[in-house]
């Protein structure tokens, strides 16, 4: 069965640094992926995905992930946090046999970015 | 509509009792799908509907789970006896079509229901 892990429940960083929110994921055939995002009372978010072609993928408000196929690993980053990235995100990869199609999600990282 | 509707926002509920949530696809989108979220358990799958085709009812925790689809358009998810393991945030996704969903841009969330069981 295909799935994803989120092995961080939390990540802090400070305003102005790098972030990493770390996902790896395991899948029979090509994966493809996602990144959501939650912000506080508000619903989920697209970010980005990665289906094929180049493994650096740059979604909304700045994130990028980099697809790692030996290591099956689809990191999500930013090169400069800001407060407002304050948030709940979600890995998710795509799970299709003969009678679905649907997002396989991870348990979730919570992103908190420090002034 | 211009969004995923769900309704209500807030369930509070008894022990034992039945409740019905209800969600509102984006106009036109012919897959839906119904997620639950409980603290520490992220994003659990629980049925997807494509168009006419039969369900996929995988992700239902357990018999006291159902849903329905009417007319290719409004869901409703009922949990029969509730229990307060039950209590959690059940999320309402909507797609073009899953393959455009999971091929394109993802799925349009709703807001959610945040069900309590006391």
């Known amino acids: 069965a295909q799935s994803v892990a989120q092995p961080e429940d939390q990540v802090n960083v400070a305003e102005g640094n790098p972030l990493t929110v770390k996902c790896t994921y395991s899948v029979s055939g090509n994966p493809y992926l996602f990144w959501y995002v939650q912000y506080p009372n508000r619903g989920l978010q697209f970010l980005l995905k990665?289906?094929?072609?180049?493994?650096l993928v740059k979604g909304s408000y700045g994130f990028e992930a980099e697809f790692n196929k030996s290591q099956t690993s689809f990191h999500l980053k930013k090169p400069s946090a800001l407060v407002s990235d304050s948030a709940l995100y979600f890995c998710a990869v795509r799970d299709i046999t003969y009678n679905t199609d649907k997002l396989i999600f991870g348990t979730g990282t919570r992103l908190q970015v420090f002034p | 509509g211009a969004g995923v509707s769900q309704s209500p926002s807030n369930k509070v509920t008894e022990k034992g009792k039945d409740v019905e949530l209800r969600c509102d696809p984006i106009?036109?989108?012919?897959?839906l799908y119904w997620y639950r979220q409980s603290l520490g358990q992220g994003l659990e799958f629980l049925i997807y509907?494509?168009?006419?085709?039969?369900?996929?009812k995988s992700g239902l925790p357990s018999d006291r789970f159902s849903a329905e689809r009417t007319g290719g358009s409004v869901s409703t998810l009922t949990i029969q006896r509730t229990q307060q393991e039950d209590s959690a945030v059940y999320l309402c996704?909507?797609?073009?079509?899953?393959?455009?969903?999971?091929?394109?841009?993802?799925?349009?969330f709703g807001s959610g229901t945040r069900l309590t069981v006391v």
């Open positions: 990665y289906i094929t072609g180049d493994n």
């Open positions: 509907f494509q168009g006419n085709s039969a369900p996929d």
């Open positions: 106009s036109g989108h012919t897959a």
């Open positions: 996704a909507s797609s073009p079509s899953a393959g455009t969903a999971t091929t394109n841009y993802g799925y349009t």
